[in-house]
């Protein structure tokens, strides 16, 4: 997304390349409105891998019908990992396996 502003499969920085991997000379796109599974989707404010621009766009794209739950917290992409202070977003996990 970060060159070429789709979201779509690894491009492997050739024609040639692309063609050996997908059969077509460009990477493909993911059709996000296809996707049929519940989707609960954490997003970190901090987070400079998956900006909420990003992650804004994947949940506007998505069908209704499969989102569930999306919710910020002041965060960074490896704290929902390694982070010392779980809480936050913990006790919404919690809360999704306890229904």
Request: charged share 20%; hydrophobic share 40%; proline share 4%.
């Amino acid at each position: 997304m970060l060159d070429t502003g789709k979201f779509e499969s690894y491009d492997y920085g050739s024609s040639r390349e692309n063609q050996a991997h997908y059969g077509q000379p460009y990477p493909p796109s993911f059709d996000l409105t296809k996707i049929r599974v519940q989707i609960r989707l954490f997003a970190g404010a901090s987070d400079l891998l998956a900006d909420l621009t990003d992650i804004d766009f994947m949940w506007k794209t998505l069908d209704q019908s499969v989102k569930n739950f999306y919710k910020v917290y002041n965060s960074g992409h490896l704290t929902f990992l390694l982070g010392i202070d779980v809480n936050p977003w913990m006790a919404d996990v919690i809360k999704m396996i306890d229904l």
